[in-house]
C-alpha cells in the first residue's frame, strides 16, 4: 500500500490449511489456571492491526492475524478492506521488557517502519473474509495453526483485537462459546452501505467493538477456531466470530493454492541470491532547472547503488509548472487541498512507475516539494525519516541553495540504507 510520509495518514511450502484431513477427535489436556495469560502470548505475535484507506481521507481500521507463512497471508473481514486492493498492516512491536507496545502513536509515528503494505488477494463476501497478500513477514513470526473442529457451547474462547473506543492495541477478552450454528446478519461497511452475510458462526458472551473485526478467535491451545466479525447491527450482548469452517474453505480455493509460496531454505538462498526488480534504476528528471549539472550528476549512480544494493528504487522529478491542474488554481487552494492534489499525483506516479522507494516531487509553479516513500521499502526506513529528508531539502531550498539540499537529501538516503555516499574530489 502506498504510504505517504507528508503528512502521516491516518487513515511454507504449502499451506498448513490446505486439504488437511480431519484426525479423530483428541482428548485435550485440562487448560492451565492462567491459560488467557498463555494464550495471549502464544498468539500476539500473529495478530495484526490493519488499516484500509477509502480514499476522501476515510481510514478503515480493524484487526486480522497471519495464517499462511509461505504465501504471507493475513485473514481478516471483507468489511474491514471493503472493495479495497490495498491495505496495510502493523505487526506487534516489543520494547526493551519484551512486551508489546500497545500505544497507537507509537505505531502511527513509525508507519514508514512498521507498516508493512499488502494487497487484498481473495475475499468470500458472503462469509466476510478476506485475505491480504502482505510483503513480507517480519523474522521470528509464526502463522496460526487453524483448530480441527469447532468449539462446543460452554467452551472457553480467546480473541485479540484493536477496539477503536479504547486507547490500547493488541487488547485480550476471554469468553465463553454459546452456540455454533448457521446465520443471516447484516453488518455496516461504510456510512452508506450495510451488506448482508451468511456463515456458519459462533455466538459468545466476548464483549468486542468496531475495531476488532477480523482479529482471531482461538482456542485454549492458540489455535484459530474463528475470525472477529465485530459489525453485527443487531448484536446485542453477544459477539459473533465466523467459523473455522468458513475459514478453510476460503484458503483451499483453487486461486488461494495457487499463490506462490516465498519460503526457501537457507541453501537454495545460497545458491540463487535475488535479484533486482529491475534492470536498471528509474531515469530522474530535473525539467524544472533547478539545480547544476555538477549537482544532478550525483542522482544518478545514487539511484543505481540504492537498487543494485538494497533493491530500492529512487526517482526525483522537478517541474517548472506543475504537470497537472492549472497553476492559478492550485495557488488559490488552500494548504489543505493543495497537500491533498499533490499526495494524489505522487501516489499515481509511484503506482505508475511500480515504484518501490522514494519518489521526490518538486514544483516552481506552484512552489511545492512532496517525498513519498512507497512500498516494501517504507519498511526498511527509520521511523520520522520521510518528515526529516523533507525538512533536509527544504531548508535548503528556503534559502535558494538547490543543490545543497539535493545533496545533502541523497546523503541522507544512502545513510539510511547503510551505503556510503561516494564523495568527489574538490576541484
Do not use: C
Not at 51 to 60: I, V
Not at 356 to 372: L, M, Q
Amino acid at each position: 500500500m502506498t504510504r505517504t510520509l507528508l503528512p502521516l495518514l491516518l487513515l511454507l511450502a504449502t499451506s498448513p490449511f490446505a486439504g488437511a484431513q480431519t484426525p479423530p477427535p483428541k482428548t485435550e489436556a485440562p487448560a492451565p489456571a492462567d491459560a488467557g495469560a498463555s494464550v495471549y502470548k502464544k498468539v500476539l505475535g500473529s495478530t495484526v492491526w490493519v488499516h484500509s484507506d477509502r480514499g476522501g481521507g476515510r481510514l478503515a481500521t480493524g484487526s486480522g492475524s497471519l495464517v499462511d507463512k509461505g504465501r504471507r497471508l493475513v485473514l481478516t473481514n471483507y468489511h474491514v478492506v471493503g472493495d479495497v486492493k490495498k491495505a496495510t498492516v502493523f505487526f506487534p512491536d516489543y520494547g526493551p521488557d519484551k512486551k508489546a507496545i500497545p500505544e497507537r502513536k507509537h505505531y502511527l509515528d513509525r508507519a514508514a517502519k512498521l507498516g508493512i503494505p499488502g494487497e487484498v488477494v481473495e475475499i468470500d463476501k458472503e462469509a466476510d473474509l478476506a485475505l491480504i497478500r502482505i510483503d513480507r513477514v517480519p523474522d521470528g513470526v509464526s502463522a496460526l495453526s487453524l483448530a480441527t473442529t469447532s468449539p462446543d457451547p460452554g467452551q472457553a474462547v480467546h480473541s485479540i483485537g484493536n477496539p477503536g473506543k479504547s486507547g490500547a492495541l493488541w487488547v485480550y477478552t476471554p469468553g465463553k462459546v454459546r452456540q455454533v450454528y448457521s446465520k443471516k446478519w447484516k453488518a455496516r461497511l461504510d456510512e452508506k452501505t450495510v451488506h448482508t452475510f451468511e456463515a456458519k458462526v459462533i455466538e459468545t458472551d466476548s464483549p468486542t467493538n468496531p475495531g476488532d473485526s477480523g482479529g482471531p478467535l482461538v482456542n485454549d491451545q492458540g489455535e484459530l477456531v474463528g475470525v472477529t466479525q465485530g459489525g453485527a447491527i443487531d448484536a446485542q450482548a453477544l459477539s459473533i466470530f465466523v467459523d473455522r469452517s468458513e475459514i478453510k474453505r476460503l484458503l483451499n480455493r483453487r486461486s488461494v493454492q495457487a499463490l506462490r509460496s516465498t519460503e526457501t531454505n537457507a541453501s537454495t538462498q545460497a545458491k540463487e541470491p535475488a535479484k533486482p526488480r529491475r534492470d536498471a534504476a528509474l531515469k530522474s528528471k530535473d525539467d524544472g532547472k533547478f539545480f547544476s549539472a555538477e549537482a544532478w550528476k550525483k542522482v544518478q549512480p545514487a539511484a543505481e547503488k540504492l537498487l543494485k544494493e538494497k533493491d530500492i528504487d529512487l526517482l526525483i522529478e522537478t517541474f517548472a509548472v506543475t504537470p497537472k491542474g492549472d497553476a492559478a488554481k492550485l495557488k488559490a487552494m488552500t494548504a489543505a487541498e493543495r497537500e491533498k492534489f499533490f499526495k494524489a499525483y505522487a501516489q499515481e506516479r509511484a503506482k505508475a512507475e511500480k515504484l518501490n522507494g522514494i519518489y521526490i516531487f518538486v514544483s516552481k509553479e506552484p512552489g511545492f516539494v512532496w517525498v513519498e516513500i512507497h512500498g516494501e521499502a517504507a519498511s526498511t526506513f527509520p521511523g520520522g525519516f520521510g518528515s526529516k529528508l523533507t525538512s533536509i531539502i527544504l531548508s535548503a531550498f528556503r534559502n535558494e541553495k538547490y543543490d545543497k539540499g539535493l545533496t545533502e537529501g541523497l546523503q541522507a538516503i544512502l545513510e539510511a540504507q547503510g551505503l556510503e555516499a561516494k564523495k568527489e574530489e574538490k576541484k
